[in-house]
């Protein structure tokens, strides 16, 4: 769709600057009518870190047929897919190259949020300059198998004789950063096979049987890419990382019933803080106030929307939106992790 973009009048233009300098309460109008003004025929497009048909591209088309018309000046929303390294491409492009003006959103995993501590080089931003909107989901993560394999609990991988193949899709991803939780942090004998491209790449390739195992299997996910597999049995979920155990994923064995420290469930805490901030959504560092305001309070709306809800439940998947405050807070939290604990993330995952 194609919209003349309007300008304000000079005399608006004075008017509005007389009345910011004057009363404090006419500046929220204002600042409406020029939100409104900028975004009217204007197109916002999200960018998916991940392959059309996962969980975050699932999300994200369900969020952008809703949010339009929660935001001033009812723009288009378009979503398109930048895969690559987890979602570092589409961070870093949110970051360093997005127009900074409100018309590009990213959508990427919170472990890439956290790629700057763990000293990735190519991770070229600074994750609490993002303009948050919010997280869709809080989620639980998991493990699975086929259903007809061997391997048919996690003790089974922990005591398998030659190591389980897991697939995942990147070193960044959650599918590699639990497999390895589960490697350095129980013993599980397991050799992880990186390059799959996103986690519909991992599931077909678990489904045909060329790989045995792979993490990254969220409740989001199984539900909204997987769902007949996993309810059909040809994925059976082996292990779930959540504080609590979650009813979806059955008796999977409960990851932090197995944890003896609390060094260690400090270290788990580290991985799994960041798996439960499971669709954050972000604008580029430096947008204009107003237009954050007014994208925070479209998300906001968008996802209580009936319309989306209505949506959500028809293809099956759950929506559980946190506020910008929610997020900011947990990547704080998990930028001030103590150095020690972060040196043994670091061991886990392979990094000098």
């Known amino acids: 769709r194609s919209r003349t973009v309007s300008s304000p009048s000079p005399l608006r233009t004075h008017v509005t600057l007389a009345v910011a300098g004057t009363l404090a309460f006419g500046a929220i109008p204002a600042a409406a009518d020029d939100v409104a003004d900028f975004y009217k025929g204007r197109k916002i497009t999200f960018v998916v870190g991940y392959s059309p048909g996962g969980g975050y ?90 259903g007809d394999s061997k391997i048919k609990t996690l003790q089974d991988v922990i005591d398998a004789k030659q190591p389980v193949i897991f697939g995942a899709s990147s070193a960044s991803s959650y599918g590699n950063q639990h497999a390895r939780v589960l490697k350095f942090m129980v013993g599980a004998n397991l050799k992880i096979v990186l ?21 990254a299997m969220a409740v989001s996910t199984l539900k909204s890419a997987f769902r007949p597999l996993k309810e059909n049995g040809t994925f059976r979920v082996i292990v779930q990382f959540g504080k609590k155990k979650h009813p979806y994923l059955g008796d999977a064995a409960h990851f932090y019933s197995m944890l003896k420290t609390q060094k260690e469930i400090s270290v788990a805490d580290f991985f799994f803080r960041q798996s439960a901030i499971a669709r954050p959504v972000a604008a580029p560092p430096g947008i204009p106030a107003d237009r954050l305001a007014a994208l925070r309070k479209a998300f906001a709306a968008a996802l209580v ?48």
Request: proline share 8%; with cysteine; charged share 20%.
């Open 57 to 146: 591209d699932t999300y994200t088309r369900m969020l952008a047929n809703s949010i339009g018309k929660h935001i001033p000046g009812n723009p288009e929303v378009i979503t398109t897919n930048m895969p690559g390294g987890g979602s570092l491409k589409a961070a870093n492009y949110t970051y360093n190259v997005a127009p900074k003006d409100g018309t590009y959103l990213g959508v990427f995993s919170a472990p890439v949020a956290i790629e700057p501590l763990l000293g990735r080089k190519n991770a070229k931003f600074d994750a609490l300059k993002f303009g948050w909107l919010g997280n869709m989901f809080r989620d639980t993560h998991g493990c699975a198998v086929r």
């Open 195 to 215: 390059g799959y491209r996103g986690i519909k790449g991992v599931g077909k390739a678990l489904e045909q049987g060329e790989i045995t195992a792979a993490c």
């Open 305 to 352: 929307d009936p319309e989306l809800l209505a949506r959500a439940k028809r293809i099956g998947i759950d929506v559980t939106p946190e506020p910008p405050e929610t997020v900011i807070a947990a990547l704080t939290t998990l930028y001030a992790t103590p150095p020690a604990v972060v040196a043994q993330v670091k061991q886990i995952m392979g990094r000098k």
